[in-house]
């Protein structure tokens, strides 16, 4: 009709623009009542974790504003850029026959798979750079997701190949057209597909990453926890203990007939070359050595050790500080710097700042700090722990409040804190879910735009509704399903990233992977699911078009 080929680009460019703008304004409105929604949980975690804290209004930042319109608008106009230099390109007659652009994605497939193969294999060597920096990680993690992208085409092929028979199988001549379509028109389907794979994959790599830290936190708690009632001082800030308790107070829980044996630490925090180092001082029964694991040390030799002056160190602290077994720490004491030799490192993820651990007898020694920060107790097998519990709380002790737990509810309100922390993710993981129905959605719907004429052809041949129909959803279940093998090696790629890569760099924890197949047999029935209800609009649609309307030219 005339129009121009830098015309078309500048037009498409303004209707990415209009978008963007319209896209961030809905999604500025939306971000503040999700917001509302989210707070409520991220002030519980900073409850159970940190300190309490009460947050009552929302507050918006001008730089949130700006990152969201520069990842709204700004990211809509560069994702325009190609589609709109191509669309320009196009001689009048090749955009309105869709196969040449299909046959041209299809001869490049190769290229693609390669390009993928290279960008996979870049991303795994940025990863293994010997690097403490998380944003390092973080980039390594792009190239591979790239790269799994670049290499849908080809998944979709191989799949299309050994499910074609099938379908053909079981569902005839509409099995046929349903997974020969995907091919077909493979520029629209791959792009939707990658983006529900990569959706699924991240469902799959938050989902076996927090529960392979559930279950390595839980194996900790159980070894860890080995008494059977646990006593502090009420405190303000969850993930140290800053009040104390009198000695006084220890001596009488002591001298109980039903305590069979005794624990306590005290903690203090020391500061010095503008660092807080959180030093323990414990009081550890022989009996509670086997509740650590140590990463660095010969345990027999360890607690010789540290019963002889030297001190051991959490796996976060040694680290973060760079610090072997044999190695020295100065330590600010109250009469002066000190080194301390390293016994042994262990495995611990009460506190990502790391902990320092010293015997209570040398403690002593060198601070002054006087009281202990808590008390933990073995009772004697022919008593009931919830009586020698009423007993400690009926203790007379001078005014001061305990704080009484017995081992159950310890391990228990521990593990009910450590879901609710990761709460935010499952949020996060149903937003990414949504985000790609909506895009295989709309893939469809521009699908069925595209293939008017020739399901109006189909239909005027003799091609059924209820078939045509069948056809789309038969379709969507063959891409939910490509979508689906594609995500499950991902997804385990990125948690096996998430446990051994950024949460070591990240806190210092080593965790255990596990392999779940209850959630890859979830996440396959999610992938497919969810392509399958975005069929089911688009399908009806083209079940009823009329094959008069369709086959009539402009």
Do not use: C
Not at 100 to 112: H, N
Not at 162 to 174: D, K, Q
Not at 347 to 367: C, E, M, N, P, R
Not at 450 to 477: C, D, M, S, Y
Request: charged residues 20%; aromatic residues 10%; without cysteine.
């Amino acid at each position: 009709l005339g129009v121009t080929s830098n015309e078309v680009s500048k037009i498409i460019i303004r209707e990415a623009l209009i978008i963007g703008i319209i896209g961030t304004a809905i999604g500025f409105v939306l971000a503040y009542f999700i917001s509302k929604f989210l707070i409520v949980f991220i002030s519980q975690t900073i409850n159970d974790l940190y300190y309490v804290v009460s947050v009552r209004e929302i507050y918006i930042s001008p730089f949130i504003i700006l990152k969201g319109a520069a990842l709204g608008i700004l990211a809509t106009i560069i994702s325009a850029i190609k589609p709109a230099k191509e669309a320009s390109m196009v001689h009048p007659r090749s955009a309105m026959m869709r196969s040449e652009q299909e046959s041209s994605l299809l001869k490049k497939v190769p290229a693609m798979s390669i390009a993928g193969l290279l960008f996979i294999i870049i991303g795994a060597v940025v990863l293994y750079i010997p690097s403490k920096n998380i944003w390092l990680s973080y980039f390594g993690i792009l190239p591979i997701i790239i790269g799994f992208a670049l290499s849908t085409p080809l998944i979709i092929i191989l799949v299309e190949k050994i499910f074609s028979p099938i379908f053909r199988s079981l569902f005839g001549i509409t099995g046929k057209i349903a997974s020969r379509s995907i091919i077909q028109n493979i520029s629209r389907t791959y792009i939707a597909i990658a983006a529900l794979a990569l959706a699924v994959a991240a469902t799959v790599g938050v989902g076996t990453m927090v529960s392979s830290f559930r279950s390595t936190v839980i194996n900790w708690l159980e070894a860890r926890l080995n008494a059977d009632i646990f006593i502090s001082a009420p405190s303000l800030i969850s993930r140290r203990n800053d009040a104390v308790l009198s000695e006084e107070v220890l001596n009488k829980i002591k001298s109980l007939k039903e305590v069979k044996d005794i624990n306590f630490y005290r903690e203090i925090e020391l500061l010095q070359n503008d660092k807080k180092y959180l030093l323990i001082a414990s009081g550890l029964s022989p009996r509670s050595y086997s509740g650590f694991q140590f990463k660095e040390g010969n345990p027999n030799e360890v607690w010789k050790q540290f019963e002889n002056g030297e001190i051991i160190l959490s796996e976060p602290f040694a680290y973060k500080h760079d610090l072997d077994v044999g190695s020295t720490l100065e330590l600010k004491t109250d009469y002066g710097m000190r080194d301390f030799r390293i016994a042994g490192i262990y495995y611990d993820y009460a506190s990502d700042q790391g902990l320092v651990t010293i015997h209570y007898d040398h403690f002593k020694k060198y601070w002054n700090a006087k009281g202990v920060s808590g008390i933990s107790v073995f009772v004697d097998e022919n008593y009931s722990i919830e009586e020698v519990k009423e007993k400690i709380q009926a203790l007379e002790k001078g005014g001061q409040q305990l704080f009484v737990r017995t081992y159950k509810f310890l391990r228990d309100s521990s593990i009910e804190i450590f879901d609710r922390t990761f709460l935010i993710a499952q949020v996060l993981q149903m937003l990414a879910v949504i985000v790609a129905f909506i895009g295989i959605l709309s893939s469809l719907v521009s699908l069925q735009l595209e293939r008017k004429r020739e399901l109006g052809i189909l239909r005027a041949n003799g091609l059924l509704p209820g078939q045509l129909f069948k056809i789309v959803n038969l379709q969507t279940l063959l891409m939910g399903l490509t979508a689906g093998v594609l995500a499950l090696p991902l997804g385990n790629i990125l948690a096996w990233i998430l446990v051994y890569i950024i949460n070591k760099r990240s806190f210092g924890w080593t965790m255990q992977f596990e392999f779940l197949p209850s959630i890859m047999m979830e996440a396959m029935a999610l992938s497919i699911v969810a392509a399958i209800l975005a069929g089911i609009y688009p399908g009806y649609k083209m079940s009823k078009t009329s094959p008069a309307n369709a086959l009539r030219e402009e």
